[in-house]
């Protein structure tokens, strides 16, 4: 059978040693994380503004959010608000004034009310998610590049230990601070849903479904002690804090699912890239050293690299998803927007399609595999990712969560819509 966040950016109070670490394996090559060129969104935008090629307008209630937004090509029916005090402004956010984050594909936005800066974080193809900030008090707007202080939060056991993202649930107070001794859950879609989204608020339906969204810890001796069922339901926010400040009065719970979602995929495709180029990188080295033919591959290499691509084949197709026990429902605004770039086969099917009834998706492969940091996998482990999906497809007892209606629905879309998937 298949092998089987939140997004947080890193506190001030950084200890040194992890910093080092942290940084130490990604700063060499083949990688060279904080020197070598990076071509995300984010970094397209800041190279536009510094040649004078683009502009962002300052407003006064929310700086350069909304011009920032329309740049990167994010809908404000993203957001989802966080209110556990686990950012790079933390002083300012508490359940009274959570933080409000912003999505698409591959960009990710953070605004605090009276923040300083918007926090700012983007997937390049070869170096993973890159961070950024963007002060919000300068009156011509700069995105400045995190040097690596990050990177002791960023790029951890919970990120697949590469430059990445994750929603994190905790049990926090009435002030916003996480008990950190209750214990964490880093919650991707295999995450019980009682396990998930605290420290969030969460707007819409889940029926019996119970998780940790909207509500606070107040037994300090006992902090999972939670009123979950407070928290369950809910369409209207405005009776915890002031909604208006914010683009939206939502935290929609399909936005959150799919962010829940996206943000280990991201981090599964960045470790098999990784993986993939240092494996070759010590090949390399080794050829030269011993005269071996430049593409010699050695038994080593193709066992990092199968096992990485084995890793994110279980990812892709959803292989300890957690099953929906009740129906979820969420704002429409987000749902439309998300299918907007979905790619579709002859029948007009999508990875983008949800469910919502016992499962996210209707076709539980990720759409992410049309992703660009997807398509730009290194080939070795492209080759392998491929051809492991398509054997999965092709075996019931590999994907037993699968039905078989499932299984040859999955492979007419890939084989339409995705480059180099095997033919039946």
């Known amino acids: 059978m ?34 070598a060129p990076t071509h995300d969104r984010v970094a397209r935008l800041k190279e536009q503004l510094e040649q004078g090629k683009a502009s962002l307008e300052r407003d006064e209630e929310h700086g350069y959010l909304r011009a920032l937004l ?32 912003y999505y698409n594909d591959d960009a990710y936005v953070g605004w605090v009310q009276d923040g300083d800066v918007l926090e700012v974080s983007a997937v390049d193809d070869q170096q993973g998610v890159v961070f950024y900030t963007l002060d919000q008090r300068e009156d011509t707007p700069q995105l400045v590049r995190d040097r690596g202080h990050c ?9 697949k230990s590469v430059p990445g993202l994750l929603v994190r649930s905790v049990y926090a107070d009435a002030a916003g601070r996480p008990w950190f001794g209750a214990g964490t859950f880093t919650n991707d879609h295999s995450s019980p849903f009682k396990d998930r989204w605290g420290g969030w608020y969460l707007t819409g339906n889940h029926g019996e ?8 810890s107040t037994d300090r001796r006992r902090p999972e002690n939670i009123d979950r069922e407070r928290g369950a339901n809910r369409s209207d926010l405005s009776d915890l804090f002031d909604v208006r400040p914010y683009l939206t009065p939502k935290s929609d719970i399909v936005a959150l699912m799919v962010l829940t979602h996206q943000t ?16 070759i990188h010590s090949d390399e080295v080794m050829n030269k050293a011993l005269e071996r033919p430049d593409d010699y591959r050695s038994e080593s290499a193709k066992r990092r690299i199968s096992s990485v691509a084995e890793d994110l084949v279980s990812y892709l197709l959803f292989s300890e998803e957690f ?6 429902e969420g704002d429409a605004a987000f749902r439309e927007r998300f299918a907007r770039d979905a790619a579709r086969d002859s029948k007009g099917r999508s990875l983008r399609d949800f469910d919502l009834q016992t499962r996210l998706f209707k076709y539980p492969c990720s759409y992410m595999i049309h992703s660009s940091s997807f398509k730009s996998l290194p080939a070795p482990v492209m080759e392998e990712v491929l051809s492991r999906l398509s054997a999965a497809l092709g075996d019931p007892a590999a994907t037993p969560h699968l039905s078989d209606a499932d299984r040859t629905a999955l492979r007419e879309i890939l084989a339409e819509t995705v480059e180099g998937f095997p033919p039946s």
């Open 2 to 35: 298949l092998r089987g966040l939140r997004w947080i950016v890193c506190g001030a109070a950084i200890a040194a040693g992890s910093l080092v670490a942290a940084q130490d394996d990604f700063d060499r090559p083949p990688i060279s994380y904080s020197t």
């Open 70 to 101: 329309a740049a990167l090509d994010i809908d404000a029916s993203s957001q989802t608000l966080v209110f556990s005090q686990t950012s790079l402004q933390l002083r300012k956010i508490s359940p009274h004034k959570p933080r409000a984050l």
């Open 151 to 159: 990177l002791s939060c960023h790029a951890t056991s919970r990120t």
């Open 209 to 216: 479904m119970r998780h940790m969204a909207n509500v606070i």
């Open 264 to 279: 280990q995929m991201h981090n599964w495709i960045t470790r098999a890239g990784f993986e993939t180029r240092k494996a």
């Open 323 to 328: 099953k929906l026990t009740s129906p979820v």
